[in-house]
T-cell receptor, first 113, second 116 residues
Framework: EAGVAQSPRYKIIEKRQSVAFWCNPI?????LYWYQQILGQGPKLLIQ????????DSQLPKDRFSAERLKGVDSTLKIQPAKLEDSAVYLC???????????FGPGTRLLVL | AQSVAQPEDQVNVAEGNPLTVKCTYS??????LFWYVQYPNRGLQFLLK??????LVKGSYGFEAEFNKSQTSFHLKKPSALVSDSALYFC??????????????FGTGTRLTVIP
């Protein structure tokens, strides 16, 4: 079974630029999550989707971050404009249901200069 | 509020010796507890979870964890460490009463180094 796919794996941008990350969950997984992992910390949930609806986005900085999952499969996370403190690894995870074990992708490492 | 504490940033153990990575948690109601491992430039890999039932949970790669409700702990253990076990280990918790949202709260991680 293929795992969670993410791209790009690495991204370097200057502050105030925009960036987008893509995630393809495990086939058949209805629930998709985006986490932010700052160096030296554990992952922090940004947003959770159930199919194409948002379940929890309470930790998403909505003034600059946005995410969508239009067809209930792939998802994109966007940052516009980026700040230095957005430098982190962005992890996508999926689960077969909203109460089930989450499986993570390899992450996208973002460096904002 | 939910939280996880991993009191040790770094654990060193000799190859072949038993290892323990500590985790304590705080949650309202009954906890769901998880251990994940992260290798360099890789995402988190699921090791094991406790939902209910037997307090000793067995997972991947020979790892196990013991749920202790009175001590609010969920320590990760392995009887005999391998050099390939060297990685970053994360403990995570969510409340069983949490409906809809499946928000995992992670600890800050413990770096395990197994010395040949």
């Amino acid at each position: 079974e293929a795992g969670v796919a993410q791209s790009p794996r690495y991204k370097i941008i200057e502050k105030r630029q925009s960036v987008a990350f893509w995630c393809n969950p495990i086939s058949g997984h209805a629930t998709l999550y985006w986490y932010q992992q700052i160096l030296g910390q554990g992952p922090k949930l940004l947003i959770q989707f159930q199919n194409n609806g948002v379940v929890d986005d309470s930790q998403l900085p909505k003034d600059r971050f946005s995410a969508e999952r239009l067809k209930g499969v792939d998802s994109t996370l966007k940052i516009q404009p980026a700040k230095l403190e957005d430098s982190a690894v962005y992890l996508c995870a999926s689960s077969s249901g909203s109460q089930e074990t989450q499986y993570f992708g390899p992450g996208t490492r973002l460096l904002v200069l | 509020a939910q939280s996880v504490a991993q009191p040790e940033d770094q654990v060193n153990v000799a190859e072949g010796n038993p290892l323990t990575v500590k985790c304590t948690y705080s949650v309202s109601g009954n906890p769901y507890l998880f251990w994940y491992v992260q290798y360099p430039n890789r995402g988190l890999q699921f090791l094991l979870k406790y939902i209910t039932g037997d307090n000793l949970v067995k997972g991947s790669y020979g790892f196990e964890a013991e749920f202790n409700k009175s001590q609010t702990s969920f320590h990760l253990k392995k009887p005999s460490a391998l050099v390939s076990d060297s990685a970053l280990y994360f403990c995570a918790v969510r409340a069983s009463l949490q409906t809809g949202a499946n928000n995992l709260f992670f600890g800050t991680g413990t770096r395990l180094t197994v010395i040949p």
